[in-house]
């Protein structure tokens, strides 16, 4: 049952985030909320990247590269068909990594430099927020804000 609940969680974050996600495209991409804001497609690409990236917590390790994290928006987030693909190949490896890990593992703490050690949990449940949080972002960029 834990299994197919926190797939669950999954499928729920990508059907929630995908009310924003679905709305980037090329042309919308360099919107910003203002000058100083990230853009539209660097928030997106910054998404796709860090659910790569916070599988190697969990053991999973990635050749995605960080370009986002840490960095200025410099246009890195102007193809939108490749952040997608980072953001479904995150997906998938987190659902794989569900079906893969013992239901007692969930409990074992990993080390994080954001936020000292916590438990496999509060780490995944943490890419599905980061995700979402996201999500909120670029929704409220491609209402309000301008290229």
Known sequence: MQK??????????????????NKITNENAGMRLNAQAASVGFIYRHTGETIN?????????????????????????????????????GYERLEKYVNETSDDAWLDPVDTPFFGTVTRMRLFSHILFHNSHHAGQISLTLSRGGI
């Open 4 to 21: 197919q609940l926190l797939i669950e969680m999954i499928r729920q974050n990508i059907t929630t985030c995908s009310f924003s996600f």
């Open 53 to 89: 990236l916070f599988g190697w917590f969990l053991g999973l390790p990635t050749e995605v590269q960080n370009t986002t994290m840490g960095y200025q928006d410099t246009g890195q987030g102007l193809n939108v068909a490749e952040s997608h693909a980072l953001v479904q190949q």
